[in-house]
Each structure stands twice: as structure tokens, then as C-alpha cells.
């Protein structure tokens, strides 16, 4: 049968999703303790494939296995397998037409930032953190600029693998609590370094080094260089992708509610 999987992690100690030689990968983590659990090899695909230092709260894996157990067995006996910062939110039952990244009508995504004068210690890690106040409204006029569907070539990383620059911007919302900021985002599918690097663009807007419109320029460009430096990974968290609703998955897990 085919079982999907939802995993939340702990970036930090991580060289990102994808398997290494080294090991020291999530990919690597959690395939290590499915076949510990099993006793057979078991290979993910993901629905989204994170840097080094970005959290997930629900990466969707998919896998097939001839192993009949209960679904909650294969939440608690692979999460005894697993290192602390790493767990299995839930287990379901799909059909083998479903594929956690094909299948996937968008992901989100959510970058916490901490503006403080002074750095970051119990959210170390965790949080993004910038030194300078910041602008609620600019930022948000900046960001609508870049909904809908565009070619985002300014703010995609040299080493990315997609296809296609073209990708489909649904919906950034930005919100503070306190010292706090939380930014949104969800889109058809994401670029490598795709946040990060519009994070950096917003943030030059929020600190008034650049004006709303700046990230037309950008946008029309299509040149890495006219873009902002690449921010942190450390606030990038992977909120996972939406499904149609005949799939039967849920849209969140309980870890959703540590976010500020």
C-alpha cells in the first residue's frame, strides 16, 4: 500500500531534505528509521525539498510498503526511531494515483523574524532577526507587487533546478505580535532561495533603504543581481502543501500553534 506521512522538523543540525553521502540529512533520518521500523529499505519522495537551517511543520512524504500495520503504529514506532529534533506528525492511507508532490495544489510557507536590538538566544536558530524597526505598510504594498503569476528569475538561487522561472504567487500576508514578525507565504510551487531572497527585498523596503515600487524593478528584471542579499534560513519554516480535499489529509498539525 501506498502511506503518506506528514514530518516535522528542527532544521538546525541538518544539510537540508535531500539524501547526502554524509547522512545528515532529514531525508537520510527518517528513511534510516522507517527501515529500522519495517525492516525493509524504504525510499520518501517529498513534497518540498528544504534548505540547510529551514523547520518544517508538515513535509508530506510518500512511500509504498507491503508492511500491514496500524496507522499510528507507523507514527510512534518510526518516531522511536528517530533523533528528538525530527517526528512523524500522522500516517494515512492513499491510493497509489496519490503523490505527495505532484499531487500538491500549493505549498506554504512562513518566515518568523525577530526585530530587536538585541540578537536572539531562546529563539536562536528558530527566528530570523533583524536589527533595524521596520514599516508594516510599505512592506505590504511592496508585496502585492509580486502576486499572480510571474517570471521570478530575480529572486531564484544559481543552483536551482527548476524547469521554469514561472511560478504562481497566491497570497503573501504579513503580521506583527510585539517584537515578532510573521510573514506568509503560499504559491503553485517556490524556487530555490525564492523566500529568502524576497524576504531580503521586503526587508530593505520595511527599513525604508527602499521605496514599495523597488520591487517592480526587480521583479521585471530578471537578473539575480537586482535583487536584495539572500536573508537567513533561520525563521523559513516549511508549513507544507495543500490537497484536494478527496485525498483526506490534514491542511495542519499541532505544531502550527508554537508559531508566533
Same mark, same amino acid.
Given at each position: @500500500?501506498?502511506?503518506? %506521512?506528514?514530518? =516535522?522538523? #528542527?532544521?538546525?543540525?541538518? $544539510?537540508?531534505?535531500?539524501?547526502? %553521502?554524509?547522512?545528515?540529512?532529514? $531525508?537520510?533520518?527518517?528513511?534510516?528509521?522507517?527501515?529500522?521500523?519495517?525492516? *525493509?529499505?524504504?525510499?520518501?519522495?517529498?513534497?518540498?525539498?528544504?534548505? &540547510?537551517?529551514?523547520?518544517?511543520?508538515?513535509?508530506?512524504?510518500?512511500?509504498?510498503?507491503?508492511?500491514?500495520?496500524?496507522?499510528?503504529?507507523?507514527? /510512534?514506532?518510526?518516531?522511536?526511531?528517530?533523533?528528538?529534533?525530527?517526528?512523524?506528525?500522522?500516517? *494515512?492511507?492513499?491510493?497509489?494515483?496519490?503523490?505527495?508532490?505532484?499531487?500538491?495544489?500549493?505549498? /506554504?510557507?512562513?518566515?518568523?523574524?525577530?526585530?530587536?536590538?538585541?540578537?536572539? =538566544?531562546?529563539? #536562536?536558530?528558530?527566528?530570523?532577526?533583524?536589527?533595524?524597526?521596520?514599516?508594516?505598510?510599505? @512592506?505590504?504594498?511592496?508585496?502585492?507587487?509580486?502576486?499572480?503569476? *510571474?517570471?521570478?528569475?530575480?529572486? +531564484?538561487?544559481?543552483?536551482?533546478?527548476?524547469?521554469?522561472?514561472?511560478?504562481?504567487?497566491?497570497?503573501?500576508?504579513?503580521? $506583527?505580535?510585539?517584537?515578532?514578525?510573521?510573514?506568509?507565504?503560499?504559491?503553485?510551487?517556490?524556487?530555490? *532561495?525564492?523566500? +529568502? #531572497?524576497?524576504?531580503?527585498?521586503?526587508?530593505?523596503?520595511?527599513?525604508?533603504?527602499?521605496?514599495?515600487?523597488?520591487?517592480?524593478?526587480?521583479? %521585471? &528584471?530578471? #537578473?539575480?543581481?537586482?535583487?536584495?542579499?539572500?536573508?537567513?534560513?533561520?525563521? %523559513?519554516?516549511?508549513?507544507?502543501?495543500?490537497?484536494?480535499?478527496?485525498?483526506?489529509?490534514?491542511? /495542519?498539525?499541532?505544531?502550527?500553534?508554537?508559531?508566533?
Amino acid at each position: @500500500m501506498r502511506l503518506a %506521512l506528514a514530518v =516535522s522538523y #528542527n532544521g538546525q543540525a541538518y $544539510q537540508g531534505w535531500q539524501s547526502q %553521502l554524509s547522512g545528515q540529512t532529514v $531525508q537520510d533520518q527518517l528513511e534510516t528509521a522507517l527501515g529500522k521500523f519495517s525492516a *525493509h529499505k524504504v525510499s520518501t519522495l517529498c513534497a518540498g525539498r528544504t534548505d &540547510a537551517g529551514v523547520h518544517a511543520l508538515m513535509q508530506i512524504v510518500h512511500f509504498d510498503t507491503e508492511l500491514d500495520r496500524p496507522l499510528s503504529s507507523w507514527v /510512534r514506532g518510526t518516531n522511536a526511531f528517530l533523533p528528538r529534533d525530527i517526528a512523524v506528525e500522522w500516517a *494515512h492511507a492513499v491510493t497509489p494515483e496519490f503523490h505527495c508532490r505532484a499531487s500538491a495544489l500549493s505549498r /506554504r510557507y512562513a518566515y518568523i523574524l525577530l526585530a530587536s536590538p538585541v540578537r536572539p =538566544s531562546v529563539d #536562536n536558530g528558530r527566528v530570523g532577526w533583524m536589527f533595524y524597526p521596520l514599516q508594516i505598510e510599505p @512592506m505590504r504594498a511592496a508585496s502585492t507587487l509580486l502576486l499572480g503569476e *510571474h517570471d521570478f528569475t530575480s529572486f +531564484r538561487a544559481s543552483a536551482c533546478q527548476a524547469l521554469s522561472p514561472v511560478k504562481t504567487l497566491t497570497r503573501i500576508d504579513i503580521s $506583527q505580535r510585539g517584537a515578532y514578525w510573521r510573514f506568509e507565504f503560499e504559491a503553485n510551487a517556490f524556487l530555490h *532561495h525564492m523566500i +529568502r #531572497n524576497i524576504m531580503g527585498c521586503l526587508l530593505a523596503v520595511g527599513q525604508g533603504k527602499k521605496q514599495p515600487t523597488w520591487l517592480r524593478e526587480v521583479l %521585471l &528584471a530578471r #537578473n539575480r543581481d537586482a535583487a536584495a542579499p539572500t536573508f537567513s534560513p533561520d525563521g %523559513l519554516y516549511f508549513l507544507g502543501p495543500r490537497y484536494a480535499p478527496h485525498w483526506g489529509l490534514p491542511e /495542519r498539525t499541532p505544531a502550527f500553534d508554537g508559531l508566533p
